[in-house]
């Protein structure tokens, strides 16, 4: 068990980011043919338009995920993403669309496309299977509720109907959501409230996700309902069942430093929310070894403006 590996970490001292960091790191890289590393990651207008391509190559390799769900692959095609997929070993590739704000799924298991679905949907969800799961990437549209709920309605009603039929779920994305586990923390974001809170205003009542100046719940609560669970936040809790808010600021996954408005730790940190998500159905939840935001090395302060999210399972 990586936790197991992990313990010597673990005291009464509060947990630094780089405490936190060295636990997620011998639980994401010990990692062998009995378990199943799946990496969620945003990468931000394809690397920066490729600034950032071969350091987010580089960091990929030193993860090895068996499963990666991509967001943001701009201008790439199934095709592209086939190649470059090579870069970091998998040789199963498929992705939503022929271009554009496009979405992927890269696998060391072949693929089976399920299903590539746009209607209804800003972006869209890629439906496949490998290793044996049902895997869904999505990239749910930031604009309004209504919106927004429409397409977390479809993706209920899929993960809803595919459990039913005895299959295990991974869906995971850049959800552009909250989830209401931390309502807490994200409360006292203050800073992130008062940027977000005058274009919020502007939209009609009922496509606002802050009332009241704080954030609301509708989208996650209604996805977590397939029913689905929140991996990441299930670890956090059990190892911090009464965290502090510096704590929880860990399992942020948006923004980096490389967003100008962000670009120290101070001004970061009244910007940090957690919208990128890892979720499975019961069964595989069960079987959830770790789950996290990687909030380090450095370079992940340059590749994206989103961290990526790493979960690993018992195969």
């Known amino acids: 068990m990586e936790y197991d590996r992990a313990a010597k970490f673990s005291s009464n001292k509060p947990m630094t980011l780089f405490r936190y960091t060295l636990v997620l790191f011998f639980a994401f890289t010990a990692t062998g043919a ?17 600034k950032s391509y071969e350091a987010a190559v580089k ?3 030193t993860v090895k995920p068996d499963i990666a769900g991509w967001q943001e692959l701009v ?86 109907r595919l459990h039913k039929e005895g299959r295990e779920v991974i869906l995971m994305g850049d959800f552009n959501a909250h989830a209401a586990s931390d309502k807490a ?16 205003a502007k939209k009609r009542p009922e496509d606002r996700f802050i009332v009241n100046g704080k954030y609301t719940f509708p989208i996650m609560n209604r996805i977590l309902e397939a029913p689905l ?45 957690r919208i990128d998500f890892i979720l499975t159905t019961p069964g595989l939840a069960k079987r959830c070894i770790s ?15 989103h961290y990526p999210v790493i979960a690993v399972f018992k195969n």
Request: aromatic share 8%; net charge positive.
């Open 59 to 61: 960091w990929v390799n």
């Open 185 to 200: 923390w994200l409360d006292k974001q203050q800073p992130l409230l008062e940027r977000r809170s005058s274009g919020d």
């Open 75 to 160: 201008g790439w095609n199934e095709a592209k993403l086939k190649k470059l997929a090579n870069d970091w070993h998998h040789p199963h590739a498929a992705a939503l669309k022929s271009g554009g704000y496009n979405i992927g799924l890269t696998s060391r298991t072949p693929i089976e496309v399920v299903a590539r679905h746009q209607k209804g949907f800003w972006h869209g969800y890629l439906h496949c299977r490998t290793a044996g799961l049902d895997v869904i990437v999505c990239h749910l549209w930031p604009g309004g509720v209504r919106q927004q709920m429409g397409e977390a309605n479809q993706l209920h009603a899929l993960v809803t």
């Open 291 to 305: 789950a996290g935001v990687a909030r380090e090395p450095a370079v992940l302060e340059t590749i994206s403006d």
């Open 229 to 273: 669970h929140d991996v990441v936040r299930t670890k956090f809790d059990i190892k911090h069942p009464k965290p502090t808010h510096a704590q929880c600021l860990m399992i942020a996954s948006y923004p980096t430093r490389v967003l100008g408005h962000v670009k120290t730790v101070e001004l970061q940190r009244g910007f940090l929310e």
């Open 34 to 50: 009995e378990q199943l590393k799946v990496l969620n990651y945003n990468v931000f207008n394809s690397h920066r338009h490729g």
